[in-house]
């Protein structure tokens, strides 16, 4: 069964930062892009960040460029999204999500996803 598992959501104060990771089991990680999203009360599931499945290629969204890192490392079949210079505006609930061939942004073109993990950055 294939299986996507985040951690490292916690709360912190603006300008601080979390690691998050995705552990993945189940499926042929290696074949996989995977991608962030997150979801704030209220709001539509956005893109966050995204890397393809070998790592040579990445995708952020405007709010996250600059302050954002994805990152893979396929032996531990795991990919990590270091967040720093936090802002409230990034709290949410975040998902990692795999995909053998969506496009980056389209959450519907993504086969598995996580739980999620909450982020909360107070101001």
């Known amino acids: 069964e294939a299986q996507l598992v985040e951690s490292g959501g916690g709360s912190v104060q603006a300008g601080g930062s979390l690691r998050l990771s995705c552990v993945a089991s189940g499926f042929r990680f290696e074949d996989f892009a995977i991608a962030w999203f997150r979801q704030a009360p209220g709001k539509g599931r956005e893109a966050v960040s995204s890397?393809?499945?070998?790592?040579?290629?990445?995708f952020y969204a405007n709010s996250v460029k600059g302050r954002f890192t994805i990152s893979r490392d396929n032996a531990k079949r795991t990919v990590y999204l270091q967040m720093n210079s936090l802002k409230p505006e990034d709290t949410a609930v975040y998902y990692c999500?795999?995909?053998?061939?969506?496009?980056?942004?389209?959450?519907?073109?993504?086969?598995?996803w996580g739980q999620g993990t909450q982020v909360t950055v107070s101001s």
């Open positions: 890397i393809s499945s070998v790592g040579g290629s990445t």
């Open positions: 999500a795999a995909t053998s061939w969506g496009r980056p942004s389209r959450p519907e073109e993504h086969k598995y």
